[in-house]
């Protein structure tokens, strides 16, 4: 595997509340990502990160925040959880263009 | 804006034999690199294979090969001698160079086509 771990693998919370997910590596790799997986959607990029501290969105970024104070920790945040933000979240890495390896998943429930 | 479409939901392929799983994509970059990832049932995303857009030749690992037709903008995937492990979502997905930072790309993923590998 490539050293990539998500935490909490599952969650479940309530509409309104704030959910942090958290993806930490030990590859130091540069550049790390954030994804959702939706029936139907295949996967769609949330926010990416090219080193610490800079990031920018992706292509479904309404709702989410991220951040990266270290090289090895990736954070997604969602302010106040919706029902339509239940989906499973993948962390991926890379050191650029290199194919990116993804974390196991973390399923987040929101009711 | 750039696209990649798989328009197979779901196949069947009996154990032992060949099977092709389709991918067009749509883009107007002349570098781009395509990719394939298994998602077995237990849900991590597996790095199958990956053909850049100036490769000469189709790439190959093991008993997956890319079908790269660059004039048809398709990236077929080919299992050959199929195994019962082999069930399970597979996806395409394009390289999309970032316009802040060329050398961190973002993956635009297909829809996934679902295999199922009968014994």
């Known amino acids: 595997d490539a050293g990539i771990t998500q935490s909490p693998r599952h969650k479940v919370t309530e509409t309104g509340t704030p959910v942090t997910l958290r993806c930490h590596q030990t590859?130091?790799?540069?550049?790390m990502y954030w994804y959702r997986q939706d029936p139907g959607h295949g996967l769609r990029l949330i926010h990416y990160?090219?080193?610490?501290?800079?990031?920018d969105k992706g292509e479904v970024s309404d709702g989410y925040s991220v951040s990266r104070s270290k090289t090895e920790d990736f954070l997604l945040t969602l302010e106040s959880a919706t029902s339509s933000q239940t989906s499973v979240y993948f962390c991926?890495?890379?050191?650029?263009?290199?194919?990116?390896?993804f974390g196991d998943g973390t399923r987040l429930s929101i009711l | 804006a750039q696209k990649i479409t798989q328009t197979q939901p779901g196949m069947f392929v009996q154990e032992k034999e060949a099977v092709t799983l389709d991918c067009t994509y749509d883009?107007?970059?002349?570098?781009?690199?395509l990719f394939w990832y298994k998602q077995p049932s237990s849900g991590e995303m597996i790095f199958l294979i990956y053909?850049?857009?100036?490769?000469?030749q189709n790439a190959t690992e093991g008993r997956y090969s890319l079908n790269f037709q660059k004039a048809r903008k398709s990236a077929n995937l080919v299992i050959s001698a199929s195994q019962l492990g082999d069930s399970a979502m597979y996806f395409c997905a394009m390289r999309e160079v970032s316009a802040i930072m060329d050398s961190s790309y973002k993956l635009i993923f297909g829809s996934g086509t679902r295999l199922l590998v009968r014994p």
């Open positions: 991926a890495i890379s050191t650029g263009d290199q194919p990116q390896h």
């Open positions: 990160s090219y080193g610490v501290k800079d990031t």
């Open positions: 590859e130091n790799h540069r550049y």
């Open positions: 883009t107007s970059d002349p570098s781009y690199g």
């Open positions: 053909q850049g857009s100036y490769d000469q």
